[in-house]
């Protein structure tokens, strides 16, 4: 999937091993609330990485920003249910040279637009651990609601995890879809790259 900014692709597994370990071994808070990491070298990083590539009913990409010409995250489309039409998008992780990016929100578009526009899904949810704050905000951001907490859901290394749920339903998506598209706009920021108006605000409006 290609967009503007950024382009979501399969794993090049030793490429991108070492360009998402470089970027993100100095910030160890990155893999906080989520199943892996962190990782001791890229070797390690690889190995997960084959892990997921080959995973049964996941789907994983590579995130790599327009010009930067190497990964710089990851996404997973999960609990891929095509019966009932639903799906989550998980396993999220940007290292801070996409962290809070119009290519980094551009990507999280790029995944929802296909899961609707493309495969005709009536349900696309988020999951995060219900500390996370981050995620939680990012979320709502993005257009999900909230809609609970499922106490004592897993245990993730070795810790108790309440995981927050949030959605976007097929009837909500045309508004979700017209604030993001309104948001990534290029009116939308000024020489500098700066947004002018929040997503957050627009997601709000609709």
């Known amino acids: 999937m290609r967009g503007e900014r950024v382009t979501?692709?399969?794993f090049d597994l030793d490429a991108d091993a070492e360009a998402l370990h470089a970027a993100t071994r100095d910030d160890p808070t990155i893999w906080a609330y989520l199943r892996i990491g962190p990782f001791e070298d890229s070797g390690d990083l690889r190995a997960v990485l084959e892990q997921e590539a080959g995973a049964e009913g996941?789907?994983?990409?590579a995130i790599e920003p327009i010009g930067a010409e190497r990964a710089l995250g990851q996404a997973a489309y999960m609990r891929i249910?095509?019966?009932n039409g639903t799906i989550e998008i998980g396993s999220i992780f940007f290292?801070?040279?996409l962290r809070r990016t119009a290519a980094a929100t551009?990507?999280?578009f790029l995944l929802a637009r296909h899961v609707f526009d493309d495969l005709g899904y009536r349900r696309l949810e988020w999951k995060c651990n219900a500390l996370n704050v981050g995620s939680r905000g990012a979320a709502e951001r993005f257009g999900f609601r909230f809609e609970g907490i499922f106490r004592k859901d897993e245990i993730v290394k070795g810790r108790n995890r309440d995981t927050a749920?949030?959605?976007i339903t097929?009837?909500?998506w045309p508004a979700v879809r017209a604030a993001f598209e309104a948001w990534l706009d290029p009116p939308n920021f000024d020489v500098d790259g700066v947004q002018k108006c929040p997503l957050g605000d627009l997601m709000a409006a609709r």
């Open 170 to 172: 097929d009837d909500e």
């Open 81 to 83: 249910d095509p019966t």
């Open 58 to 61: 996941y789907v994983f990409y």
């Open 8 to 10: 979501l692709r399969p």
């Open 106 to 108: 551009e990507a999280i």
């Open 95 to 97: 290292a801070p040279g």
């Open 165 to 167: 749920w949030f959605s």
